[in-house]
Structures are given as C-alpha cells and as structure tokens.
C-alpha cells in the first residue's frame, strides 16, 4: 500500500480531545479517527490491524464452534422474556417510526438462545457451539478511554450449549486455555483473574492486562500468581489465596481483555430451552458464554507496545510486515536511482504476497522517520544515496538499536524466505 | 465442519412466514434464521456465502481504495449539516439515555466526507478513495422480501475523491468494469441500468438483476440492452435509446445488487471539503459513491440458482467445495467401513485446507440426499455399501444428471488438484 493513500495525515501533536495512552498513540499515527465520544472511525492501517486481531481469534475459536453472524437490531420482547430490557444499565432502546421497538445488541444472549432452541432436539444434538465476531453498542455514560470503552466496539462472542454441567465444566476449560493461545499471539500478557458470576455461578473468569489506565482494579497473589477482581475481593488482610492459601496481595489497575462466563440455566429456562436425555427425559440446556473485545484488544495492545517515539507492533498483528523508507537525494539522478530501487523492492514483495508499506510521500528523511517511528511497523527497510550506491538496504528494527545493510537482491530472497 | 454441528435443524416445509423465494430456500436449507421481520441471523453456511460474496468484492475494491470501517453510531450534527436528519426517510433516529442523539448509519457520507477533510489538503492528495463491508440499517416500513431488503442488512461502500470531474468520470468507468467482474464471478447477470442521479448528475448507473420478485421495473432496449429504471423513463412508445436510437423495450422486474453514482460537489460543498490546486487556488473535492448490498446478493443469488429441489450454489460462493455423504448400512462392519472411509476423505481434504461439510448425522438416504439438495453444495461425493466395497466413491453434480465412480485414492489425487 502507499503512505500517500493511507486517508490520514499524521497528526504533529497529540490529539487535544483525547485523554487516553491508546487512543493518542493511534490517532497520531493514522489508525483511528475519533468520529465522536467513544465512537472512532478506522482508518487503513487501523482496519488492517483489527483484521489480523480478528483473524487470529477466528483460527482458534474454529475449534470450539462454528462462525455464524447474529444481528445488531434484537426485538424488545426477547430482553422483556429475560428481564433485562429495564435491568440492563448501558442498553440503547430504539425506536422505530413503524411502531417497532428494538435493544441494540450489547450482547447476544437474547438472540442465541431462542436461536438455539430451534436447533437442539435431543442430547444426540449436544454439545453445539457457535460464535461470531461483530459490532456492539452500549449507551456508556463516559467514553473517555480511547478503544478501551466504547459505545460502539467489536466483540467476538461464543455461545456453547451443553447436556450437563460437567460438560460445560470440560469445554470451559478448553476456552480457556485457547484464550491464553490467542493472548499470547496478540503479544499480550493476560492473568487469569476470578470474578464475580452473577446469579448461577461463583465465579467467572476474567482476563485481565496489567495497565496504569485500566478500568478494573485486580488483586494478585504475590506466591502464585492468582488474581481476583476487586468486585469479589474483601481486603488484602483477610482474603486467603484460594489456590495457596497465602495472604500476600499486589493490587493493580487493569484492563478486562476476555472473559468466560457459566450462563448454567439462567437464559435456557428464559426461554425454555430443553432437550430430551438418552432416557427420554426433558432436561434444560446448560450454557456458557465467552467473549473477547476485538477493538479493546488492539487498544490495550497499544498500550502495552510502544515507547517515546511511537507504536511498536507485535510482528503477528502489525499492519503491515515491512515499511519501505526511500529517503530521497536533492540529486535528480541519485532520487530517480532511489525510487526505481524502491519501487522494484514495494512491487516484488507485494506480487508474493508480502505486506508492504511503501513511503512515497515527498517528505524528508525526518519527516519520514519520525512518521515511520509513530506507525510502528516493526521491520524497516531504508533506501538513501549510499545505500543505493552499493545496491543495497538498510534494515531498521523500530524496536532494537541494531541496523544493518544488505544487498538489495539478497534482501529480496531472504524477504521471500 | 460436520454436518450435526451447524446449528440448523432443516425446516421439513417452507417457513409459513416467509413470502420471498431466497429466504424460503435459505431458511429451509439452514442458511438464514429469522430474527424479525427483516432481521436475519446468519447460520454457518450462510456465514460463510457471506464471508466468500464479501472477499470476492474485497479482492476488486482493493485496487480501488483502501479498506476502512466507520460507525453505524453517527452524530445527529453530521446529518443536520446535510440537511437529511429530516429528510432521509429510512432513517433510524436513536437517543441515548445521556441526552445524545444519534443516526443509525444507512450511509457514510456524513462520515467519510469529514473525515476526508482531515485527509485532504492540496491536489497531491488526489485522487484517493476509501470503502468498507458493514452493516446498514435502514427503518423500511415494509421488509417482506427476505434478503432483498431488510431493515438490517450489510454493504460494500466505497467512496472516492476528486480534483476534477474528469478525473471523476475516468474512476467512475472503471469502478464499473470492476462491478461487471464481481457480478460474473458470483454468477449473476447484471444489467447496467440508467437511474436517476440525483440533484447533482444527469444519471446514476444501477446493476439490475431480471428477478419476478424484484422490487424495480426496469426497460431494456431490445437493440442493444441499455437499460432504463423506470423512474426515469417516460414510456415505451416514445422514450428513444440514448445508445441506439430505437424505440423498442422490453418491461422486468429486477433487483439492484448495485449502484454507482457521481456525488460531485454536493457533500464536499456541506463539510466544505476544499483542496489547493497547482496553482495555489482553494477548490471543491470532488465525490463519487459507489454501493453493492452483500447479504441482498446472497438473495439474488439464491433466487437466480435453485431448482424444485432446492439451491444449487455457484462453486465460488458455495458454502463449501464438497459435500461428504456416506449412505449407513444397517450391516455393522459395512456401516463401519462406510464410516472409516467418509471420515479418511474429509479428514484428508481438511488438511489441505479444503472445505468440506460430513453429513456425519444418523439419518436415511432419503433425507440425506433431500437436505443436500436443500444446501445445494455442487460438488457431492456419496459413499454406500456398493461404492465402498469397490474403494470408490460417486461423484455427483447437484445441478447435472451425470455422475460416475471413482477409486477413492483417484478422488483424493484429484481434489488435491
């Protein structure tokens, strides 16, 4: 792709109206425009990340249940059935001028099930599993965090429908153990944190980055590493470890990445949901639900990789994997020789299915670096009148101080590796 | 993915309350799921159509701008600014609990245009374009046409930017070739349409598909096939083709699965969307936009490629490349083989990344076979008691009659391609 067609100028100050490390790093570099309070606009380099955030999700839950896409638009009658069209807090209720009134899904509970009773029979049916990745909307009071809290965000959620709680228990843990794969792709360290479990369950789990701007506070034990949200926590002097028993705490703020849910009964017996045991006996469904913030995921993921100077993308989910920087010569000559090599670099990568990005802009080398440096794409290749000279590149890691030059044809081959 | 884990019990009827062709041949076959009137889940296999309509259209709208995604939550200001919070007629109206107003995104102009004015400083930021794939929402009084027009549905939306109207009219030509290569390789015929072009332009170009169920009338020359929508037509004696001079036409029913239009300075003159040409001057940006509805395709689709039987999907937008179905026999070592060997075949084909749905589910011939034609995947491969004993398998076409035996090493060598 070419810097010149990316839709965003970079912005040469932080963005005044934006309080939050996440979204002043990402509108200065281009990938996400505020459209209003808590609602942002992704720009090319933002929607590219998002797709690979989004993808790497998609790989792993394709183990646990198939993709469908369920609606933004849900009736009212559903919440009403579950009671949660008055109780749910941050619920936008739409009105239609056609007399219709609808929630606009902040989740999709109300949706899944009543789906789910149509396609679960008998236990020979069970246990089925299905997940989408897509957009929610929740009416928050404050919107103040960046990509952390928004009134429109990307969510994936999977909903699993089980014979029996032991079954649940099983898949739980599986879910959960991929949630750690997929934190651990997206370069994220997420502890494993109890919380509280609403009406059916003790606990949920939560996981949780550390961050100075989270909106959680967690409390970790300092000998195993077990953390609890400070929803279900007493006090760091009389709360035992319920894995070690130790009461050593460290308190710290923290951001809410994923989180994995036993629903048991409570939305199966709303709708009565029931399928027919081996001995022929109606039972009710037991549920879980499991969801995971795809745009949150890519501000936290800010948040935790950069310095000074700008973004530093894990590899797995950086817009693109090389940044071209043809740094152009005052000498006619020398510029012509500096774009052809660049050119023929940008157009060989792209034709194998590389992702490049290419700097063509017209800017100086300060311009051009101080830019690359906010992006973020962590390998550079750097073309300049003594670079070119020798037919060679010069490859910069935005994250570490060791650069080094290379012959633009061996550059090439080791690029296709 | 397996047959009994895709979330849909196949309707042994047509749904009582679907009066549309696609959505009685996608809810029967398990592609869709009604919401409400209107508002479609999107089952596995419809998830998947989806997913493959909407990277066709990605693959060609790439070399025409970048991929971006905007909100569906949008400042009523942007929409007072155009003057259409009152005059849009579809449009959903939402108040948030906090005194906010929103519009529920039916389009983007009011936010991409903006948002382009952020982008765009002088003439060597032109041309550029940007498009996403999102969901629209739209307050229809009526929504009785299944995926035709739904009050929630998705849509490609690309929208470009211009210094000229010149350089808008060369875009604007190929954006339409680029429309006329998506539409063949999802199968469809697509006949470009002259419709009205608003305030600003003389026409708009819409891609009409000849449906009996198609909301538009559309008049084909029957010289040359231009074709008029009938909102701009005056009648078939004394209306001339603008191509060809005669006045002979032919009246249909069709279905819009795209419209190209030239927007030129209308919303660049409300956000007041200037650029500096070449010699210092401030000018207007001049727009196109240029729509395609993804999930209304997956209807025309389904509408235009059926038989009695049920869907017989285009290979580029099947849900999956083969259908596994192996026959049971009541013999048990037979049924033991037939099973061995059905799961060798998908597990084989899986590896390789080939997608591949196993009828694994416990059910007769008869109702194997009917729900197949019901999906409409065209490739089947069937395994019975005859074919096994031989190590072969039966190729059958779902749209031909022709089908033949092949050793199931021979199968494996030539899907493997």
């Known amino acids: 792709m070419l810097q010149s067609k990316i839709f965003a100028k970079l912005a040469k100050e932080d963005p005044k109206d934006e309080q939050s490390l996440n979204a002043r790093l990402l509108s200065r570099a281009g990938f996400i425009e505020k459209a209003m309070a808590g609602v942002y606009n992704f720009l090319p380099l933002g929607s590219r990340v998002l797709h690979k955030i989004e993808n790497i999700i998609r790989q792993e839950m394709d183990a646990f249940g198939s993709e469908i896409l369920m609606p933004s638009l849900q009736p009212k009658e559903n919440w009403e059935q579950t009671g949660r069209w008055k109780e749910f807090d941050v619920l936008f209720r739409l009105k239609s001028m056609h007399a219709f009134e609808y929630a606009l899904g902040p989740t999709h509970e109300e949706i899944v099930t009543p789906l789910a009773k149509k396609a679960i029979m008998s236990y020979r049916d069970l246990p089925v599993a299905v997940y989408q990745i897509q957009t929610k909307f929740r009416d928050e009071l404050r919107a103040k965090s960046g990509l952390l809290r928004g009134r429109e965000f990307r969510m994936k959620d999977l909903y699993s429908f089980h014979a029996s709680q032991d079954d649940l228990e099983k898949y739980y843990s599986e879910v959960q153990r991929a949630y750690s794969r997929i934190f651990e792709r997206l370069g994220l360290r997420a502890i494993l944190t109890e919380a509280s479990g609403g009406s059916f369950a003790k606990y949920s789990h939560e996981f949780q980055v550390v961050l100075p701007s989270g909106e959680d506070e967690i409390f970790i034990c300092e000998k195993c590493g077990l953390a609890k949200n400070k929803e279900i926590f007493s006090s760091p002097e009389t709360e035992k470890c319920s894995n070690c028993g130790q009461t050593s705490w460290k308190r710290e703020n923290a951001s809410e990445i994923g989180n994995i849910f036993r629903l048991g009964t409570k939305f199966s017996s709303a709708f009565n949901v029931k399928f027919l045991d081996s001995e022929g006996k109606e039972q009710l469904v037991v549920m879980g639900c499991y969801g995971m913030g795809t745009t949150r995921l890519m501000g936290v993921i800010a948040e935790m990789h950069n310095d000074e100077n ?59 670096f101080k830019d690359a440096d906010l992006i973020g794409i962590p390998k550079r290749v750097v073309l300049s009148e003594k670079t070119v000279e020798k037919d060679e590149v010069e490859i910069k890691g935005r994250a570490e101080s060791k650069a080094g030059n290379m012959k633009i044809s061996d550059f090439l081959k080791h690029a296709a590796g």
Chains 1, 2 share one sequence.
């Open 310 to 368: 700008g973004l530093i993308w894990p590899q797995n989910v950086a817009p693109f994997e090389y940044h071209i920087v043809p740094l152009f010569s005052k000498d006619a000559d020398l510029r012509k020789k500096i774009e052809a090599a660049a050119w023929k670099i940008f157009s060989t990568l792209q034709k194998q299915g590389i992702e490049v990005l290419l700097d063509d802009r017209d800017e100086s080398p300060g311009v051009k």
